[in-house]
């Protein structure tokens, strides 16, 4: 095994959503633990995970997918189509 993505799926309580009017509700999902071992990487491991979890959330027609990107992340998440969000943590 050279890496690994996990999708958390969970509840979303109805929200408005950013693109209009209307209420997003159903399962979100959260992407986690996307990892790839050191000499695997910069070879489009990621991307290819990435592209998996994106196509089964959208099989699923899941509309808030979320994740914590880390500064080696960022660019990938980016060219999938991921924005940075203000959320903010306590703990």
Do not use: C, K
Request: proline letters at 8%.
């Amino acid at each position: 095994m050279v890496g690994g993505a996990g999708v958390q799926l969970r509840p979303m309580l109805p929200q408005p959503g950013r693109d209009g009017p209307g209420i997003l509700f159903g399962p979100q999902a959260y992407v986690l633990n996307v990892f790839v071992e050191r000499a695997w990487r910069r070879r489009g491991v990621a991307a290819l995970l990435m592209d998996f979890v994106v196509a089964y959330t959208r099989e699923r027609r899941i509309r808030v997918v979320t994740l914590h990107a880390s500064d080696d992340g960022r660019p990938l998440y980016e060219r999938l189509g991921f924005v940075p969000t203000n959320e903010m943590r306590l703990g």
